[in-house]
Nanobody
Framework: QVQLVESGGGWMQTGGSLRLSCAASGRIFSSYGMGWFRQAPGKEREFVAGIRWRDGITYYAASVKGRFTISRDNAKNTVDLQMNSLKPEDTAVYYC??????????????????WGQGTQVTVSS
């Protein structure tokens, strides 16, 4: 089992920045990579960014590429999401997730085995 706890959500004005952090514990060695997803009210949960533990290769959704940066600290078992140039459409509950198996599809929720409880991000215009 892998346990994930997110922190760092909150409120921000358009154009501002927030940093989310995900602390992973448990059988971390069994996970292949980590991802951030988000779910806005009335919408489906969607992929935001992903990173592989071993080599730090990153993946981004087109909507956040160039504004968000995902990073990991293997020693601390943490994965962060730096969010810059925030827009109102970034408002959502953000979830940290861990995937056990390798693969090229980072967008699918089904590829991820463990989920955090989520943290709210609100961006006002």
């Amino acid at each position: 089992q892998v346990q994930l706890v997110e922190s760092g959500g909150g409120w921000m004005q358009t154009g501002g920045s927030l940093r989310l952090s995900c602390a992973a514990s448990g059988r971390i060695f069994s996970s292949y990579g980590m991802g951030w997803f988000r779910q806005a009210p009335g919408k489906e949960r969607e992929f935001v960014a992903g990173i592989r533990w071993r080599d730090g290769i990153t993946y981004y959704a087109a909507s956040v590429k160039g504004r968000f940066t995902i990073s990991r600290d293997n020693a601390k078992n943490t994965v962060d999401l730096q969010m810059n140039s925030l827009k109102p459409e970034d408002t959502a509950v953000y979830y940290c997730a861990a995937r056990a198996l390798s693969g090229s599809n980072w967008l699918a929720l089904s590829e991820f085995n463990y989920w955090g409880q989520g943290t709210q991000v609100t961006v006002s215009s």
